[in-house]
């Protein structure tokens, strides 16, 4: 997420230092903010490349040095990213950890919300391995809603190699939620469960 004052894909982001108290409310305002950024991305054109889900998201965040710094289109059907795995997501030598594969999938279906229009959660996730993830070897990734029902959505998603063979495929249930949910959380201290 930016910094203070920093414009981020047209929403300015400001995140006060200050006590305690000032910091959760900062939060509280900061995640309001940005919920309400998500789920106005309801009309997003073909071809287009979609903003991140945070500038410090694990998946697509620019900011996280960590992450894996995903670059999503929409397409006619959904979205879809070409990644390749680096050598700090290796599992077995040469090949990346099944729980990054997982993550790219995942990160890839809050995507799909983009183009539903909804905020939504994970409630589930599978991922089916069909070839190990070579490490520096791209894959294109592709995810779309299959089906709505009130407020579950079915995901599905697949990633395919340079030669076109499916390397892997991932199915997913997400759970609509309003913003509360991201703004409970915000307000909540670091460690408190509640």
């Known amino acids: 997420m930016a910094e203070s004052g920093e414009v981020t894909d047209g929403m300015e982001m400001q995140r006060p230092e200050g006590n305690a108290a000032e910091v959760r409310r900062a939060d509280a305002e900061f995640f309001a903010q940005w919920t309400s950024y998500l789920a106005g991305q309801e009309t997003v054109a073909i071809g287009q490349t979609l903003p991140p889900h945070s500038q410090d998201c694990v998946g697509c965040g620019p900011a996280n040095p960590a992450g894996l710094g995903l670059q999503v ?70 995810a779309q809603a299959r089906e709505r029902n009130g407020r579950r959505l079915l995901l599905h998603a697949e990633a395919w190699d340079n030669a076109g063979r499916m390397a892997g495929s991932a199915s997913a249930t997400f759970v609509v939620v309003g913003a509360g949910h991201f703004i409970s959380g915000a307000e909540r201290p670091h460690g408190e469960d509640g």
């Open 73 to 142: 289109v929409r397409t006619a059907e959904g979205v879809e990213a070409v990644h390749s795995f680096s050598d700090a997501h290796v599992g077995a030598p040469g090949i990346a950890h099944g729980g990054v594969v997982a993550l790219a999938f995942d990160d890839l279906f809050g995507f799909v919300l983009y183009t539903v229009g909804a905020l939504a959660v994970t409630r589930s996730i599978t991922v089916e391995y069909q070839a190990p993830f070579r490490l520096h070897h791209p894959y294109t990734f592709r």
